[in-house]
């Protein structure tokens, strides 16, 4: 890439309207995370904050959540792995630094790594994540570096909360506690928030759903960030690690339920975004937002492989995906409007997708479901619940107790009538029926399966609870 079209990539991202700049960011739309992909790249170990819910020492092949890595890799190692993994990734549109610890508690690391991504792929949009402790200190640097999206943690407004969250920060050269520590953090956080919003830069606010900490501040939250100009409000579910000050005090996950009551009382609040679809990614995730091909990319691989990065290929495929979203929401705008609704009851969906907006994973490889509210002429996103994968077998933590990874999924669809997945093994199948959950098993576009498993739940006989494969309806 000529220096001339780096300067010409950013005019054009100057100009560019809200809606263009979040239209191929999964995180910032949610029609965007079923078709475009983000790529975390692991290079800022040192964090500047103690979180008690915070635990980095854990990690396997099925772990999944922020904070966790395989391998750290040095700012020259992430620019090739991001040529390498974007040359065969045409869908990959976002370079995000998100950890393991805080990228801005590194800078040298962060800002050497975005640098030399927009020198050498100056098509792909670049995105920071943190704390914001020190976000003021860097404000020129971002800027410089058209990083144009910047997501911070916060989790209480109120530093009398925020205290029971935060064991200590590190400020200055000197260790703060208690309400100190939670006073300056508020404060930084909040003033480096409207100083990106003045910028231009748009925001996006993560907050880690408590309970009995902040459950019923975070209303207080969005009303505060929404006041200072955020574009979309993350809430999301605390999980609970070993090793956590959390843990230790007996802290538990939220539920399904109360994720839900706190993410619609948040949107209340008025024009604020409220994300419902984060996966709480790892922080070297890689593909779209229902996958984690993080594995396949190894430094042996990247480091020892040949790069072909092709900026007009690359833009082609992304082109033609767009097209296709637009036709999808043309062809809803088109389409007639019920004159009569016969049926508006809601039925809840649960679907296991790898992506693309489709029905297309196998049951017992789901680490999240996604949640849908159908009813006879409307589709209503829920949110993402995580589960632990049905093949990986075994047993997972309930409080005190370990249960049947099969006993976690019910209690995650409790609410649910009907799961839909591509494929299912005899036993969850017979498992599901008897918790008065329908196994759906299709492939194909999920707006489209929605609405035809919709109808099992009305035609199904409840006296025989078997799974539905083939059905047909006249």
């Known amino acids: 890439m000529k220096e001339g079209d780096l300067?010409?990539?950013?005019?054009?991202?100057?100009?560019q309207s809200t809606e263009e700049k979040t239209a191929r960011h999964p995180c910032y739309s949610e029609e965007a995370h079923h078709h475009f992909a983000r790529m975390h790249v692991a290079v800022a170990p040192k964090c500047n904050i103690s979180c008690n819910f915070c635990s980095r020492k854990f990690d396997c092949a099925n772990e999944s959540r922020p904070g966790v890595v395989s391998e750290l890799i040095?700012?020259?190692?992430a620019v090739k792995k991001v040529l390498f993994v974007a040359s065969g990734m045409k869908q990959l549109s976002v370079i995000g630094i998100a950890g393991p610890g805080d990228p801005l508690a590194n800078p040298e690391r962060t800002f050497a790594t975005f640098k030399g991504i927009a020198e050498h792929a100056s098509d792909l949009r670049l995105c920071l994540s943190t704390n914001g402790l020190t976000l003021l200190d860097h404000i020129d640097q971002i800027k410089a570096l058209n990083i144009d999206h910047v997501t911070i943690t916060i989790n209480a407004v109120d530093p009398e909360i925020g205290k029971e969250i935060y064991s200590w920060i590190y400020y200055k050269r000197k260790r703060y506690k208690g309400l100190e520590a939670a006073q300056i953090l508020i404060d930084r956080q909040l003033r480096g928030l409207e100083a990106l919003v003045a910028l231009g830069i748009l925001v996006k606010v993560n907050s880690v759903l408590i309970p009995d900490i902040n459950a019923d501040h975070l209303k207080k939250v969005a009303e505060v960030i929404t006041a200072k100009g955020a574009f979309i409000h993350n809430v999301m579910p605390l999980i609970v690690t070993p090793d956590t000050v959390f843990m230790k005090n007996g802290i538990r996950n939220p539920t399904?339920?109360?994720?839900?009551?706190?993410?619609e009382n948040c949107q209340d609040v008025g024009?604020?975004?409220?994300?419902?679809?984060?996966?709480q990614c790892r922080a070297d995730a890689i593909g779209l937002l229902g996958e984690d091909r993080s594995a396949e990319f190894t430094k042996e691989r990247f480091l020892n492989s040949e790069i072909d990065y092709n900026v007009q290929a690359r833009a082609a495929y992304q082109d033609q995906v767009e097209q296709k979203m637009k036709r999808r929401r043309e062809g809803k705008e088109r389409s007639p409007a019920l004159e009569k609704e016969t049926d508006m009851s809601i039925v809840r969906i649960a679907v296991t997708t790898r992506g693309e907006g489709r029905v297309n994973l196998h049951f017992g490889h789901a680490k999240d479901f996604l949640i849908f509210d159908v009813t006879e002429a409307t589709i209503k996103f829920i949110g993402v619940r995580k589960v632990q994968s049905y093949c990986v077998g075994g047993k997972v933590n309930c409080g005190s107790e370990k249960i049947s990874i099969l006993d976690e999924t019910k209690a995650i669809l409790s609410d649910c009538q009907i799961l839909l997945s591509s494929g299912m093994g005899a036993?969850?199948?017979?498992?599901?029926?008897?918790?008065?959950?329908?196994?759906v098993i299709k492939s194909g576009e999920i707006e489209d399966l929605l609405?035809?498993?919709?109808?099992?739940y009305h035609y199904m006989n409840p006296e025989t609870n078997h799974p539905i494969e083939e059905p047909s309806f006249s």
């Open 256 to 263: 399904a339920l109360e994720l839900q009551n706190v993410q």
């Open 271 to 279: 024009h604020l975004k409220i994300m419902k679809h984060c996966h």
């Open 74 to 77: 040095t700012p020259d190692e």
């Open 7 to 15: 300067i010409t990539v950013e005019e054009k991202r100057t100009s």
């Open 451 to 456: 609405y035809e498993s919709r109808k099992y």
């Open 427 to 439: 036993v969850p199948q017979k498992y599901m029926c008897e918790q008065g959950i329908i196994p």
